[in-house]
T-cell receptor
Framework: EDQVTQSPEALRLQEGESSSLNCSYT??????LFWYRQDPGKGPEFLFT???AGEEKEKERLKATLTKKESFLHITAPKPEDSATYLC???????????????FGTGTRLQVTL | GAGVSQSPSNKVTEKGKDVELRCDPI?????LYWYRQRLGQGLEFLIY????????KSGLPSDRFSAERTGESVSTLTIQRTQQEDSAVYLC?????????????????FGPGTRLLVL
């Protein structure tokens, strides 16, 4: 069974204080690892997809990296508007007709203060 | 439309009543998914539709849950005889098998969710 564990559960940073969020996963065969951002009362918003170990993607102050066992979401010089819950999910390879469902972690709640 | 839409945004019902939730996927997306998000928990897969193929219902928690989709358009998730443990946010997502620049193959785009409270 595919599993995703995110840490820490919650993180409080001051504006400008860089940090990293961790996503550890076990999956039968990784098709893709996804990062989403979720604001209170809203649906998850897509950020990145990573497909293979060593891959990196960047968007503004965020950079996602991938190894064979985990992914990191690095936040450089965060701003208060980066406050949200960050969700990690994996998608496994399956046979024809197998659902491309995502298996999600429980998320990291990030709060960035002035 | 520009994104996935869901209705109603909020639903309060009494235990034992049936509820119907609606999802409008992004135009042209052939795949549609339903997930459930309970308070403090990760999103749980419920059901998946891909074009005209038989849906994958492997995530439905009980036979009180069912979903339909006509072609590649609207989907409805029905919960019969609701229980208090059904209280959650129900999220719909859609994806396209086409490789779109910057998004990656089969990226799932989520709607805002329906917040269901069963009293």
């Amino acid at each position: 069974e595919d599993q995703v564990t995110q840490s820490p559960e919650a993180l409080r940073l001051q504006e400008g204080e860089s940090s990293s969020l961790n996503c550890s996963y076990t999956v039968s065969g990784l098709r893709g690892l996804f990062w989403y951002r979720q604001d209170p009362g809203k649906g998850p918003e897509f950020l990145f997809t990573l497909y293979s170990a060593g891959e990196e993607k960047e968007k503004e102050r965020l950079k996602a990296t991938l190894t064979k066992k985990e992914s990191f979401l690095h936040i450089t010089a965060p701003k208060p508007e980066d406050s949200a819950t960050y969700l990690c999910a994996v998608q496994a390879w399956g046979g024809a007709g197998t659902a491309s469902k995502l298996t999600f972690g429980t998320g990291t709640r990030l709060q960035v203060t002035l | 439309g520009a994104g996935v839409s869901q209705s109603p945004s909020n639903k309060v019902t009494e235990k034992g009543k049936d509820v119907e939730l609606r999802c409008d996927p992004i135009s042209g997306h052939t795949a549609l998914y339903w997930y459930r998000q309970r308070l403090g928990q990760g999103l749980e897969f419920l059901i998946y539709f891909q074009g005209n193929s038989a849906p994958d219902k492997s995530g439905l928690p009980s036979d009180r849950f069912s979903a339909e989709r006509t072609g590649e358009s609207v989907s409805t998730l029905t919960i019969q005889r609701t229980q208090q443990e059904d209280s959650a946010v129900y999220l719909c997502a859609s994806s396209s098998p086409l490789n779109r620049a910057g998004a990656g193959l089969e990226t799932q785009y989520f709607g805002p969710g329906t917040r269901l409270l069963v009293l």
